[in-house]
């Protein structure tokens, strides 16, 4: 996890009124704040007061902003919900949200991003996504997975791995899909699903989404089993239905894993069950670096991080195109915000890191 530490020496002169506003400060930009060993900032402004005017009145107030992301292995029958919730428990208040839902049935790659790093939400959605779904051939349901109940078609014809094939081309790039009656899709401003819960008739309307590859890994007489790298929006059950359909058949998911989001793999998730501990979220905590890695970086000292502050743009160092998003790092990497390339400028889009006295913001 990134840490940014913040430093304010509080003497017998400082008034109460400046201790607090400074502590306030230090409230809204790092939700949890461990001040003097205690997590509570409040206790320290006590103990800060009670000791005004004596000779241990001058002490350090230190504050650790939670701002990372965690590369999470989430179990099928569990929700993304549910995995939110359990880090939300740990690193309560510190805000927490996920980058992309995985349905129950699902397991795989979820990214859980911590304090500040929640508003990279946005660009972790644009990253390439991998997913490996089995199918079940001839038959149907309403949720096209075999979460709701099943029906077999009559008359299905055999399932050949060349005439499978010879269709996967045409699914290939910018589609038009229709999601699931049971999904979250929006509908009148209720959840698809819930209105299918209800016993209303749902028919979502249909998207674009972009599929880049499809690959057959397995078919035997009943099923087989795709590789899909796609863009963010799509619905695996529901390529998996288009494609039997194409065929003259039906098919129901009955096994989805998202194999990777861009830069973050299966391989190197943690499993949602070791994380029971504040330092295990510290421990398995990656840099919000990681997530744009490959973007251009525009390094800052201390100069650049007033200006950012204040909202101003910094002094280009690279000679990325006009228009370009650029990653702006200070120290040793740390990400401080989030700019666009305008001239010989790197105008701030998105600043996380906004407190006077940033000492040093380790990645």
């Known amino acids: 996890m990134t840490r940014a530490w913040f430093t304010i020496s509080v003497s017998e002169t400082t008034g109460y009124r400046e ?53 999470l292995n989430k179990p099928s029958g569990r929700t993304s919900r549910d995995v939110v919730n359990r880090v939300q428990r740990l690193v309560r208040p510190a805000k927490v949200g996920h980058a992309g839902t995985l349905d129950p049935l699902a397991s795989g790659v979820l990214v859980v991003c911590l304090g500040p790093a929640t508003r990279l939400v946005p660009i972790l959605h644009e990253l390439p996504k991998v ?8 038959c149907a349901s309403e949720s096209d997975d075999v979460e709701s109940d099943v029906t077999q078609l009559t008359d299905a014809p055999q399932l050949t791995a060349p005439a499978l094939e010879s269709v996967l081309p045409e699914f290939l ?80 998911m009955t096994e989805l894993t998202r194999v990777s989001i861009g830069p973050f793999d299966l391989a190197d998730s943690v499993p949602v069950d070791r ?14 670096l990681a997530a744009i890695n490959d973007w251009p970086r525009c390094e800052v000292d ?25 990653a702006i790092v200070a120290g040793e990497g740390g990400l401080v915000a989030i700019g666009e390339q305008r001239g010989d400028e790197v105008h701030p889009k998105q600043v996380f890191i906004t407190v006077r006295g940033a000492e040093r913001n380790r990645a």
Not at 38 to 60: V, Y
């Open 19 to 71: 201790i607090a506003q400074r502590a306030a400060l230090f409230e809204r930009i790092a939700p949890r704040c461990h001040v003097n060993g205690d997590a509570r900032w409040q206790r320290a402004l006590r103990i800060i007061r009670a000791k005004r005017g004596g000779r241990n009145a001058a002490f350090p107030v230190c504050c650790a902003v939670m701002f990372g992301l965690l590369n």
């Open 131 to 138: 997913y490996r779904g089995t199918f079940r051939w001839g």
């Open 275 to 288: 994380l029971g501990s504040l330092a295990d979220i510290d421990e398995s905590a990656v840099p919000p």
């Open 302 to 326: 201390a100069s650049g991080l007033e200006l950012l502050r204040n909202g101003r743009p910094v002094p280009a160092h690279g000679s990325a195109e006009e228009g370009t998003r650029v």
């Open 173 to 252: 790039g910018t589609i038009e899909q229709v999601p699931p009656s049971f999904s979250a899709v929006k509908i009148g401003g209720r959840r698809a699903y819930k209105l299918a819960r209800a016993g209303n008739e749902v028919r979502p309307p249909p998207r674009r989404v972009e599929i880049h590859r499809l690959e057959l890994l397995e078919l035997d007489a009943d099923m087989f089993r795709l590789e899909i790298e796609c863009g963010t929006g799509t619905y695996v059950r529901s390529l998996g239905r288009d494609i039997a359909v194409r065929l003259g058949s039906g098919a129901v």
